[in-house]
T-cell receptor, first 110, second 112 residues
Framework: KQEVTQIPAALSVPEGENLVLNCSFT??????LQWFRQDPGKGLTSLLL?????REQTSGRLNASLDKSSGRSTLYIAASQPGDSATYLC?????????FGTGTRLKVLA | EAQVTQNPRYLITVTGKKLTVTCSQN?????MSWYRQDPGLGLRQIYY???????DKGDVPEGYKVSRKEKRNFPLILESPSPNQTSLYFC???????????FGPGTRLTVL
């Protein structure tokens, strides 16, 4: 059974810093790896999706990579801003069944 | 405006009293899904539906029922709620083939 883990659970960085969020999964037969953002008290917003045949996806200051052999995905945020403060979740989104990680709560300090 | 709505947003109830949380989307999406979110456990899928009259279990379906009689609605039913079902519940919908889910605002349920 697929298990998805995100470490650390919380992270604080000063504004302007580049940072990496980690996501680990136990089953390398991953279908898609998706990164989401959740603001306090709100639902999730999809950020990036990496299909199993891809290695990375980019959107603006965000870059997500996928290494199936090592069971890892990373979300790179360049030049972080206070508006990036949120909880970031990764998920194995295979065949419409979603397995989420527990999330990393990011705080970017002004 | 394209949206997913959930009602109620907050609910406090007692053990054993049947309740229904409604979910409705106005985007004509085929796929709908229910999740619960708990501290330290993250978001877990309860049930999902690929279309009208087609539903399937997620990771944690025990104690829940769903129905999909119309494309726009996907209610979550707790026949006999227990305190361990106290949680934050999210409904989501998606157009098949797009991999982009739209989430509702959440329903915070407390079972005493």
């Amino acid at each position: 059974k697929q298990e998805v883990t995100q470490i650390p659970a919380a992270l604080s960085v000063p504004e302007g810093e580049n940072l990496v969020l980690n996501c680990s999964f136990t089953d390398s037969a991953i279908y898609n790896l998706q990164w989401f953002r959740q603001d306090p008290g709100k639902g999730l917003t999809s950020l990036l999706l990496i299909q199993s045949s891809q290695r990375e996806q980019t959107s603006g200051r965000l870059n997500a990579s996928l290494d199936k052999s090592s069971g890892r995905s990373t979300l790179y945020i360049a030049a972080s801003q206070p508006g990036d403060s949120a909880t970031y979740l990764c998920a194995d989104s295979g065949t419409y069944k979603y397995i989420f990680g527990t999330g990393t709560r990011l705080k970017v300090l002004a | 405006e394209a949206q997913v709505t959930q009602n109620p947003r907050y609910l406090i109830t007692v053990t054993g009293k049947k309740l229904t949380v409604t979910c409705s989307q106005n985007m004509n999406h085929e796929y709908m899904s229910w999740y619960r979110q708990d501290p330290g456990l993250g978001l877990r899928q309860i049930y999902y539906s690929m279309n009208v009259e087609v539903t399937d279990k997620g990771d944690v379906p025990e104690g829940y029922k769903v129905s999909r009689k119309e494309k726009r609605n996907f209610p979550l039913i707790l026949e006999s709620p227990s305190p361990n079902q106290t949680s934050l519940y999210f409904c989501a919908s998606m157009e098949l083939g797009t991999d982009t889910q739209y989430f509702g605002p959440g329903t915070r349920l407390t079972v005493l």
